[in-house]
Structure formats: structure tokens, C-alpha cells
DNA sequence: TTCGAACCGTTCGTTATCGAAATAATAATC
DNA sequence: GATTATTATTTCGATAACGAACGGTTCGAA
């Protein structure tokens, strides 16, 4: 029924995908709108560049629904921003669309398989693999968190030296 | 520096999804609109169900470039477009950004990963480390991906034992 | 000290997309 | 034969997103 790139909140609103990744970003940590940019355009190797004239206008209507505020004005008249409670509460209930959101991923996928031809097997199962690697550690009890961190650091080193 | 999911065609003429989605298609067989709109829905298992307000349109202006005809109007006034020579044409140019969409569709899963991976909070040592992984992973030349795979099956091993 | 580059935000016209309603033909069914 | 469901397209006002230009700040290097 939507836009392939929209979740709806509880409330019934409709939220796009920079505006869950705002809620996200400041909830780890404020910053400011120039500083979500940054870290898309990081994150992404450039690859996702939202327009200026769409950021600010929704960080100005999320703080007109009290899910951020300014926390202070620091240098180089920069406006940081950080979650409110009710940001958080909004946040959590978005992230409840988890399932959907890879559903939709998955999808997509298929999709551009479709219209850029098969390439199969090739990066499956890699894939396939990490995310299955993401699974075991999200589901991971904290005590054993170490433990993986330290074998991931392993095969991190044995993917370098391959490379 | 664009959008999401926007490709430039070598006229410099930017293309969405949908527009990419129809030429192919209708390069595969002649269909309607509706048709189009249909396949979409059952490929996506509904989840994406672009709007006859945006499809029709993109129609209209395909066939004003020329890059579509109507070749015929069957039963029930369905109007059955194919692609022209010219479409053709745009289509195999669009199809060469198949790169470009697959690191594309890899940072937006990225994303995903960044947002909706488990709340936890303290994630952010074993998320960089998959981030690195995966960024590895990703620019591997095709004759050590055998390696790669087998590197990352030994570990997802070591995490399961320790599960 | 001047200059350029990176930082930070606003404004505004254009384009893209949505979503809902209006219209109508055909098929299915009862 | 009337009713309803499905197929099919158009229209249009509302919203979302873009992108380019502008104005200003801060920092470091020449």
C-alpha cells in the first residue's frame, strides 16, 4: 500500500526513511543537522546524499512534535539537537517494524535482480552468511559479548590478510 | 550527490525505479499499465504498490520520448505498450549502472542493519567490526571470494560454539 | 591578514509521488 | 437481466523531496 520506503508509526504517521535515521543517530548521540549529513554521507561512502531542503525541514517538524529538542547552541552557530522521551518512545515503536523493513529489503532485492540480470551464488552467500553472523549476535547473552568481538576481530584479520 | 534510488541515463536524464522497472519489463513482453502495476505487486508480495498517479504519468512521458508505443488497444480499453527501438536503447544504457545499484542497495542494508540491529545500545564495537567485514567483503576481486567465504563460515562456526 | 575550505543553516522554485475519487468497460455470479 | 467484482485509465489537490543559491561562521594555512 505505501511508498517502498515508509513505516508508519503508531500514531498513524508516516515516516521516511532519513526521518527514522534522525531519530536513530541522536538517540545514540545529539549533534547537530550538518553532523547527520556528515554521518549519512559517511556511512554510505556518498552514496546517499539527502537534500539540505529535506533535512531541516524535518528536523523542524520533529521538533514541533516535541520528539527532539535543542539542547544547546554551540560554536559556529551550530543547533544541536537530541531526543526527547517521547522521541525514544516513537523510535521503539518504529523499530518494531524490523521484520518488515527486511522484507522490504529482500524484495527490492529481487527486484534489481530482475531488471539487472542474475548474478546468483556469486555474492548470496556471503551475504547470507553475515547476516546470519548479525543474527547470532544480536541474540548474543552480554557475557558473551566479549568472546565475539574477539572472534570477529580474528576474522577481520584473516579477511585483511586474504585481501 | 542524488537521491536514493535515482539513475542518470546517458542523456544525463535522471530515472527513477519505477521508470527503470518499466522498460524492462516491457522489454520483456507488451503489457498495460494496470499490468504493470500488478506484476509489481505480486514480484513485491505487495509490499511496494507504486500509485496509478505516478505510473500513468511516467507512461505518458515515455511515449512522449518515444522510448514506448502503444501497440495496440485490446478488451476492456487496455491500452498495451511496448518498447521502441529508442527504448531499447536507453534501457541497456540505464542497466550499466548494475554496479552502481548493487553498492547502493549494500549501504542501504547497511543502514538498515545500523537502525534496526538490536537496540542493545552498546552495540557500537561488534557493528564497526561487521561494517568493516562487510566493506571487505564487498571490494574483494571475484577469484578470493571462495577464501572470504570460507573465512566467514569458520567464524560463524566459532560463534555458534560459543552460543 | 587574507584566503580558501569546511562548517552550519535558510529559502524557494521545481519536480516527484501520493492517494483518493471519478469514470467506464468487461467478466463473473446469481 | 441485474448486480457485483475486476480490470483499466484519468484527474487533481496535497505532500515530499530535491537542488541550487545565499548568508553567515570558524579554522588553518599561506
Same mark, same amino acid.
Given at each position: 500500500?505505501?511508498? #517502498?520506503? !515508509?513505516?508508519?508509526?503508531?500514531?498513524?504517521?508516516? !515516516?521516511?526513511? #532519513?526521518?527514522?535515521?534522525?531519530?536513530?543517530?541522536?538517540?545514540?548521540?545529539?549533534k547537530s543537522g550538518y553532523g547527520l549529513l556528515k554521518e549519512i554521507e559517511r556511512k554510505t561512502k556518498g552514496l546517499w546524499m539527502p537534500s539540505k531542503g529535506t533535512l531541516y525541514p524535518i528536523l523542524r517538524q520533529l521538533k514541533d512534535e516535541e520528539l527532539i529538542q535543542m539542547v544547546e547552541i554551540g560554536k559556529r552557530s551550530k543547533n544541536i539537537f537530541e531526543l526527547t522521551t517521547k522521541g525514544k518512545e516513537t523510535l521503539i515503536g518504529l523499530r518494531e517494524h524490523r521484520k518488515e523493513s527486511r522484507?522490504?529489503?529482500?524484495?527490492?532485492?529481487?527486484?534489481?535482480?530482475?531488471?539487472?540480470?542474475?548474478?546468483?551464488?556469486?555474492d548470496e552467500e556471503d551475504n547470507g552468511l553475515i547476516f546470519e553472523i548479525r543474527d547470532i549476535i544480536a541474540h548474543l547473552p552480554p557475557?558473551?559479548?566479549?568472546?565475539?568481538?574477539?572472534?570477529?576481530e580474528k576474522c577481520?584479520?584473516? #579477511?585483511? !590478510?586474504?585481501q
Amino acid at each position: 500500500m505505501p511508498g #517502498l520506503w !515508509r513505516f508508519s508509526s503508531h500514531n498513524g504517521k508516516g !515516516r521516511g526513511l #532519513l526521518t527514522l535515521f534522525v531519530l536513530h543517530s541522536l538517540s545514540k548521540e545529539p549533534k547537530s543537522g550538518y553532523g547527520l549529513l556528515k554521518e549519512i554521507e559517511r556511512k554510505t561512502k556518498g552514496l546517499w546524499m539527502p537534500s539540505k531542503g529535506t533535512l531541516y525541514p524535518i528536523l523542524r517538524q520533529l521538533k514541533d512534535e516535541e520528539l527532539i529538542q535543542m539542547v544547546e547552541i554551540g560554536k559556529r552557530s551550530k543547533n544541536i539537537f537530541e531526543l526527547t522521551t517521547k522521541g525514544k518512545e516513537t523510535l521503539i515503536g518504529l523499530r518494531e517494524h524490523r521484520k518488515e523493513s527486511r522484507e522490504k529489503l529482500l524484495q527490492f532485492k529481487n527486484l534489481f535482480s530482475d531488471i539487472f540480470g542474475e548474478d546468483k551464488g556469486e555474492d548470496e552467500e556471503d551475504n547470507g552468511l553475515i547476516f546470519e553472523i548479525r543474527d547470532i549476535i544480536a541474540h548474543l547473552p552480554p557475557d558473551k559479548k566479549n568472546q565475539a568481538v574477539e572472534t570477529l576481530e580474528k576474522c577481520l584479520g584473516d #579477511l585483511k !590478510r586474504i585481501q
